[in-house]
């Protein structure tokens, strides 16, 4: 059977012909194999055509122009000789510059996400014009896969858009909207949707009256003109930039300013070689393959229902109670209430809700141009925001998350008290992260529309939510759960019931060992240095001070609890508690925060704290702490997918990715285990077999090596 085509060809005017992009049963467009070739059919025909004025590419899909090339594909040709990845880009680069050399004037009319490759195309065009739509942007984010743009956006948008405007928006992989292509002269013009088409016929008409468009054309085929002086200043300038973001780990943004910044003494056809030399060897690297494993398991986790059967429906929430308006129930309200979610919020203390309800105020209506409270958008959201003075008042919510003090019984109590308000088909959840959910619910008469909802904190920045589902959970609550966080933007994991869950189970044994490592004799800076130089974005120390003593200590308990028999209970942690040094929240920690900037400084009465309990004074290479630090995740890893705690290896790197901050250009720790392969794995854990069973080798390790699989063997 053959496919629908992705190209339709018609003609807007007399002499105005129009390629509408619309992928037949799919949500994006793409630029496939499949669709390149058709657009190279489609460019015969209008070459061969005569008596045409203009062409206009645009999307039939609401909401997306193009949204880059066909990943899948990219995958499929990693291990291709350097020559064959050069002739890939070298075939794009020629196809998209057909469209710069037409007998008319082409013009791409944007609504919509225009990124990578469709930007890439969007360039090659003539002229460019953006809708003002929120969700139309236009940007080259391939540094983020540990790419750069390879079918000619390293040599247009430096000649269209100017140099500094192009090493700015390449290097650092974010989109810009319309007003700010509009600003560098990126687009020609901004029209709404209703009026695109027609503002792209009144171009084509003004450009075949002018003849600039020519001009350009001649102009953008030459070197780009910067002076020496200029030149130097912003390959210092971007450089230091760019190594203060990466620290040297993502080796795409240093490669794309080298290569624009060379190609641009040259022509552009020469432009385009130096561009497809540069490629090729970023093309296929570990860092590539990392980077394109995140955006694989995170465009999984999209199409996630978090359960493995079909058809099992999730209800539609409109309406959502918080219980408890602290610092994480005002961030899951505000989380609602931004994607226009109405949500009713209750706190027993009048104080502590009339405080909450302002923070959901100032957190939705925030405006980040004017980085302050947007008075337009807290008008709009106020509607949204029942603050309730009764429990009754979240009487008819479809789903009520509880975000009290983490205490069992007090939990249990409120729940108790809310179960019987509730509509029978009403949701109830905990935002609990350390309390069993299956122990929670044992006393509701109906478990089974309870679950775990857990936020990361700041709600605001953290994408990640753990559902968990307890033993009576249903599916029909873990698919109105995912359904749910995904409608307010997050990216929901689904993990079995147990200590820690799936993020705070596997960051544990890293913290608890920097701990070890210290009482050992490593120095505190070298176990910092390790952690960060593997690509964490800070050391277990600073994390310790960040996420408060106390906390970590409780956390300590509930593990040692769960899993004596690998888990130490370190007698300095809580020895730092009882004095009161509980990180950032009191000044002082592992280091100090006392400062006029607060900034961490190290403190010189925590190392006469540390000589009480220090065992000795090893010495340990960086390749020593950093094992010591990171295979205790691992092998805990491959506990929790023994245990069925999570459903698949790549539910356990998106939680540690997106979690905590596990390094993503290492791809996630069971990727990052993949790239090892079981058999140096076991080759690492052999010297430490004396630190006893929290650095044994597991049993799915074992088998794993035996059998030479990997993590990843299993499907998504």
């Not at 780990?249 to 080298?258: G, H, I, K, N, R």
């Not at 931004?338 to 027993?348: L, P």
């Not at 070890?516 to 277990?540: Q, S």
């Not at 794993?704 to 998504?716: C, E, L, R, T, V």
Request: glycine residues 8%.
């Amino acid at each position: 059977m053959t496919q629908a085509p992705t190209i339709t060809r018609s003609m807007l005017e007399e002499n105005i012909a129009l390629l509408t992009f619309d992928t037949p049963n799919k949500g994006a467009n793409v630029l496939s194999k499949s669709v390149l070739q058709e657009l190279s059919d489609q460019l015969d025909v209008l070459e061969a055509e005569t008596g045409l004025a203009g062409l206009i590419l645009a999307s039939g899909k609401p909401s997306i122009f193009i949204a880059g090339a066909d990943l899948r594909e990219f995958v499929a040709s990693f291990g291709a000789p350097v020559e064959e990845v050069q002739a890939l880009c070298q075939r794009g680069q020629t196809l998209f510059a057909r469209l710069s050399a037409l007998p008319l004037v082409s013009v791409a009319a944007i609504n919509g996400i225009c990124v990578g490759g469709g930007a890439e195309l969007a360039i090659w065009c003539d002229r460019r014009i953006m809708t003002p739509s929120p969700k139309t942007e236009f940007g080259f984010p391939e540094v983020k896969l540990g790419l750069f743009p390879g079918w000619g956006g390293t040599v247009r948008m430096p000649r269209v858009a100017g140099l500094g405007n192009a090493v700015e928006m390449i290097t650092g992989g974010e989109s810009i909207d319309a007003e700010a292509a509009f600003a560098m002269g990126l687009i020609s013009d901004v029209a709404p949707s209703d009026d695109l088409l027609a503002a792209a016929v009144r171009l084509i008409r003004e450009e075949q009256a002018s003849g600039e468009y020519l001009e350009d054309r001649e102009t953008w085929r030459q070197p780009v003109e910067i002076s020496e002086t200029e030149l130097g200043f912003l390959a210092a300038t971007a450089s230091a930039m760019i190594a203060q973001q990466t620290h040297g780990q993502y080796p795409a943004p240093e490669a794309a300013l080298e290569t624009m910044l060379e190609s641009a003494a040259v022509g552009a056809e020469e432009a385009c070689q130096m561009e497809a030399e540069g490629m090729s060897r970023l093309f296929g690297s570990p860092v590539n393959r990392a980077l394109l494993n995140v955006f694989m398991i995170t465009d999984r986790n999209k199409k996630d229902s978090g359960l493995e059967a079909k058809n099992v429906k999730a209800e539609k929430i409109e309406h959502v109670g918080v219980l408890g308006a602290g610092i994480m129930g005002a961030g899951i309200s505000s989380a609602n209430v931004r994607r226009g979610v109405a949500i009713s919020i209750f706190d027993a203390n009048p104080e502590a809700l009339a405080r909450g309800a302002k923070s959901v105020v100032e957190e939705a209506a925030y405006d980040r141009k004017t980085k302050g409270v947007s008075a337009e958008k807290a008008v709009a959201i106020a509607p949204l925001l029942n603050v309730a003075s009764k429990l009754e008042e979240l009487a008819g919510c479809k789903l009520v998350i509880e975000a009290v003090v983490e205490k069992a019984d007090v939990k249990k109590q409120i729940f108790a008290q809310l179960e019987p308000l509730m509509p029978p088909d009403a949701i109830l959840a905990s935002n609990t992260s350390t309390l069993p959910i299956t122990d929670l619910a044992a006393d509701l008469e109906h478990p089974e529309r309870f679950c775990g909802i857990h936020f990361f904190n700041p709600v605001r920045r953290m994408k990640l939510v753990e559902v968990i589902r307890g033993e009576k959970t249903s599916d029909e609550t873990v698919a109105t759960a995912v359904a749910h966080m995904k409608k307010i933007g997050k990216m929901p994991v689904v993990v079995g019931d147990g200590p820690g869950f799936l993020v705070n189970r596997l960051l544990f044994p890293y913290m608890n060992e920097a701990l070890e490592l210290l009482l050992d004799g490593a120095p505190m800076k070298d176990i910092e240095r390790a952690a960060t130089k593997f690509g964490m974005p800070m050391g277990p120390f600073t994390l310790y001070d960040l996420v408060g003593l106390d906390t970590a200590a409780y956390a300590g308990n509930t593990m040692w609890t769960a899993f004596p028999e690998r888990t130490l209970l370190n007698p300095l942690l809580p020895h730092m508690v009882k004095r009161g040094r509980l990180g950032r929240k009191t000044g002082v920690g592992f280091f100090s925060y006392q400062n006029k900037k607060g900034k961490k400084t190290p403190d010189p009465e925590f190392d006469t704290i540390l000589k009480d309990y220090k065992r000795g004074e090893a010495s340990f290479t960086p390749e020593e702490l950093t094992a010591r630090l990171f295979l205790p995740m691992l092998l805990e890893a491959t506990r929790v997918l023994t245990d069925n705690i999570a459903r698949n290896p790549r539910d356990v790197d998106l939680g540690l990715i997106y979690g905590f901050g596990f390094p993503p250009f290492r791809g996630g720790v069971l990727f990052w285990a993949d790239t090892l392969g079981p058999q140096k794995i076991l080759e690492m854990l052999k010297p430490f077999e004396s630190l006893g069973p929290r650095m044994a080798p597991t049993e799915l390790l074992l088998e794993m090596a035996a059998s030479g699989k990997k993590f990843y063997d299993q499907p998504a």
